[in-house]
């Protein structure tokens, strides 16, 4: 199992990532609606971006942040499982309709897992 990183300084960049340093984290196994445009090159979520993003920065706040690197997406960002404290933040962001969970973009099926059992 690889290890779990704690993260002493984490920013939330919008609904379903965040940044650790010069890190960039991309929550494992969810989307969340654009905090502006969609690019026309994808299907995006309907929603409001800043709220997902406020909700991502109240989940933050239930403690620091830990992740376990799962993979890399091709723009190069770390895909992670993370928790702030005990709360497991895609499983945070599902919870409040923050985001939508994306079963082909959950590796191992860890999300689906991990959010049916609250």
């Known amino acids: ?4 990183i704690d993260c002493p300084s ?4 919008d609904g379903d990532s965040l940044r650790c340093g010069a890190e960039r984290l991309r929550l494992l196994g ?3 609606p654009e905090l502006n445009d969609c690019p ?3 299907t995006c979520v309907s929603g409001d971006g800043a709220q997902s993003r406020a909700s991502l920065v109240r989940g933050l706040k239930q403690g620091r942040l830990r992740y376990r690197l799962v993979t890399r997406d091709r723009f190069g960002r770390a895909v992670v499982r993370a928790w702030a404290g005990k709360t497991d ?3 945070w962001q599902l919870r409040y309709g923050a985001a939508i969970y994306k079963v082909h973009w959950d590796t191992g099926g860890e ?3 991990a959010c049916a059992r609250r």
């Open 30 to 32: 969810i989307d969340a």
């Open 40 to 42: 026309r090159w994808r």
């Open 111 to 113: 999300i689906g897992r």
């Open 89 to 91: 933040l895609s499983c």
């Open 10 to 13: 984490a920013y939330v960049v």
């Open 1 to 4: 199992m690889p290890a779990v």
